[in-house]
């Protein structure tokens, strides 16, 4: 009987914590949501790399070897030490990073932080300036220059008078 007992309380308190578990809210931990793109999965020379732009925490494009080929890198875990990374190397079985199993990003100098690549998009130029514009890193508009003639027209006006 007091078997019995502690099963049915340990069983209730174990749906408990579940139920407090599935209630907690994750909005933290999930990644941005990156715009629909019609690119299907692709691959990149690591290194072509010559160059990236960091979006967020998990999203950054990078651009190998040259702005055309520009594509678009989910990585997991988040980390707040990709906003601030200035150099980085990535590291695959293979020569691409593609986002298959160990494909990594490396991040810093002495110590490095490996991040998994886990998704790879190529980015068509309209696609790229849709993506940076989404996270506000498109370029800024140029300024409008005021027109430098100042100078009126005038036009002679003919009068009764000066019939």
């Given at each position: 009987m007091v078997a019995?007992?502690?099963?049915?309380?340990?069983?209730?308190l174990?749906?408990?914590m579940?139920?407090?578990?599935?209630?907690?809210?994750?909005?933290?931990?999930?990644?941005r949501?990156?715009p629909?793109l019609?690119g299907?999965?692709?691959c990149?020379?690591r290194?072509q790399?010559q160059?990236?732009?960091?979006?967020d925490?998990?999203?950054?494009?990078?651009f190998a070897?040259?702005?055309?080929?520009?594509?678009l890198?989910?990585?997991?875990p988040?980390?707040n030490?990709?906003r601030f990374?200035?150099?980085?190397?990535?590291?695959?079985r293979?020569n691409q990073v593609?986002?298959?199993?160990?494909?990594?990003?490396l991040l810093?100098a002495?110590?490095?932080?490996?991040?998994?690549v886990?998704?790879?998009?190529r980015?068509?130029?309209?696609?790229l300036d849709?993506v940076?514009?989404s996270?506000?890193k498109g370029d800024?508009p140029?300024?409008?220059?005021?027109?430098?003639?100042?100078?009126?027209?005038?036009?002679p006006?003919?009068?009764?008078?000066d019939?």
């Amino acid at each position: 009987m007091v078997a019995c007992r502690k099963a049915r309380i340990a069983g209730l308190l174990l749906t408990g914590m579940l139920c407090a578990c599935a209630g907690q809210d994750d909005r933290d931990s999930q990644p941005r949501a990156t715009p629909e793109l019609s690119g299907q999965q692709a691959c990149f020379y690591r290194r072509q790399a010559q160059d990236f732009q960091v979006l967020d925490r998990t999203s950054l494009v990078v651009f190998a070897p040259n702005r055309r080929n520009a594509y678009l890198v989910q990585v997991s875990p988040p980390s707040n030490d990709l906003r601030f990374v200035d150099a980085l190397a990535f590291e695959s079985r293979s020569n691409q990073v593609c986002g298959r199993a160990g494909d990594a990003l490396l991040l810093g100098a002495g110590t490095l932080r490996r991040l998994s690549v886990v998704d790879v998009r190529r980015l068509e130029p309209g696609q790229l300036d849709t993506v940076l514009a989404s996270y506000g890193k498109g370029d800024e508009p140029t300024p409008m220059e005021p027109e430098t003639d100042t100078a009126a027209e005038i036009e002679p006006v003919e009068s009764a008078a000066d019939e």
